[in-house]
């Protein structure tokens, strides 16, 4: 057995744990071709290691120079730091994909001391299951064997589509933040459910299985959602009076300044990175 790692996570957070459970349970890699290291944190390295039977990385700079990709996977205020502790370990032969919000490719380039393929991914927590919505873009020196092998990566713990950089921080306010906006859905309809009378685990049930079955419908029959939501909304009936009331909220409004919200902050952390790098 070559026990040389295909891939070293750099951060051992949530969504570093998400992607090696997707790689491990949705693609032919193995639990040795993954090493994962981080700054200070040994006891969380030690439970993953554990969890998914991996081998610990007893030489991090040496783990780093031998894995064909290295994954970023640290908080965005970290990756100035991560970059200047273990970037003289990264070279040219090896691809560098970061699942950082708001960090654009070329602050990563400036960072390191070689020209190195450099891939912007953002996935979200659902890869953990292997349905994660992942959005990846390529820096200026990545070819496009580069990115499709990216897109292999995130297309087995889920779907996977290239986009432009210029649109990632909008990726990262829909698709990177948007299942806790769905989260927060949940536990509001649960809540109104229970405050109308219904028992905590009937509202989960009907909440939950109303949201799958909503979901397939959008993606089984391919229909618009307003068509569908028209389906279902008899003029002056029960559906028409909840929609009107969340339009009196400015549902609609609220969701899109959600997006617009995180798609700022993701732009500020990468101007606030870019500028510390000067």
């Known amino acids: 057995m070559n026990d040389k790692p295909q891939t070293c996570f750099i951060g051992a957070g949530a969504m570093a744990e998400a992607i090696l459970c997707g790689l491990l349970e949705n693609t032919d890699t193995r639990p040795h071709q993954i090493r994962v290291i981080n700054r200070t944190n040994t006891d969380r390295l030690r439970e993953l290691e554990q969890r ?18 290295v994954i970023l996977a640290v908080k965005p205020k970290d990756m100035a730091d991560a970059i200047q502790q273990w970037g003289s370990c990264i070279h040219s032969g090896q691809t560098v994909i970061s699942v950082v919000a708001g960090i654009p490719t070329s602050f990563i380039e400036s960072l390191l001391p070689q020209p190195t393929a450099v891939i912007r991914a953002m996935p979200n927590t659902s890869s953990m299951i292997g349905r994660s919505a992942t959005a ?42 948007g299942p806790a906006y769905i989260y927060y859905l949940v536990e509001a309809l649960e809540q109104a459910g229970i405050e109308a009378g219904l028992s905590r685990t009937v509202a989960r049930e009907l909440t939950l299985q109303t949201l799958l079955g909503a979901a397939h419908m959008l993606v089984e029959t391919g229909e618009e959602p307003a068509e569908l939501r028209r389906k279902v909304t008899s003029p002056g009936g029960t559906t028409m009076a909840g929609l009107q009331t969340l339009a009196e909220h400015r549902f609609e409004e609220a969701v899109a300044e959600a997006v617009h919200s995180a798609k ?14 000067r």
């Open 52 to 69: 998914y039977q991996l081998l610990a990385a007893n030489d991090k700079e040496e783990t780093i120079r031998q894995a064909k990709q």
């Open 136 to 177: 990846l873009c390529k820096g200026q020196y990545a070819q496009q064997k580069d990115l499709e092998a990216a897109v292999r990566i995130f297309s087995a713990i889920g779907s996977a589509i290239v986009v432009e950089e210029d649109q990632m921080d909008t990726v990262t306010g829909l698709s990177g933040s």
């Open 264 to 277: 700022k902050r993701a732009q500020e952390l990468g101007r606030s990175m870019t500028a510390l790098s």
